[in-house]
């Protein structure tokens, strides 16, 4: 399968393209137990600042899993082309990161409703797996 390791100067046109469409994706991260959790969330590339986010409550279970163990990938598909963000999740508490997440969140889908437990987890991406049409000509990952 395709693989890119970042280098943000340089991000496909096709997979900021991709990130850029309207699609609800997959948040996966590992329970206390080592077993994945899988649930529903948007997420938005943020090419400036070299990283992926996501708004969340703070109480909900996605949070308590990445304070355990930060890692995670975030996948998205829409028929065969598909991507996945495969890195690591910081939670965010302070007023710059939760604004900017929710700005690119309201770009992407809608102005996110109020919510006092509202955090944002900032994503460092450590490689993006995707289909050929969201990758091409990149690298086989091994």
Not at 21 to 47: F, I, K, N, Q
Not at 125 to 141: D, E, F, H, K
Request: positive net charge.
């Amino acid at each position: 399968m395709p693989s890119w390791l970042p280098d943000w100067s340089a991000v496909p046109a096709t997979l900021a393209g991709f990130w850029a469409e309207y699609h609800l994706c997959t948040l996966s991260t590992l329970d206390r137990y080592g077993a994945p959790h899988a649930v529903p969330v948007g997420a938005m590339l943020d090419v400036e600042q070299e990283c992926a986010w996501i708004i969340t409550r703070g109480t909900s279970q996605k949070i308590r899993n990445l304070r355990t163990d930060p890692r995670l990938t975030v996948t998205q598909v829409d028929r065969a082309r598909w991507a996945s963000l495969v890195g690591t999740g910081e939670v965010r508490e302070d007023a710059a990161s939760i604004e900017r997440a929710c700005e690119l969140y309201a770009a992407r889908y809608r102005p996110p409703s109020a919510s006092p437990t509202r955090v944002a987890v900032r994503i460092t991406v450590a490689r993006v797996r995707g289909s050929a049409q969201v990758l091409p000509g990149a690298a086989t990952a091994p």
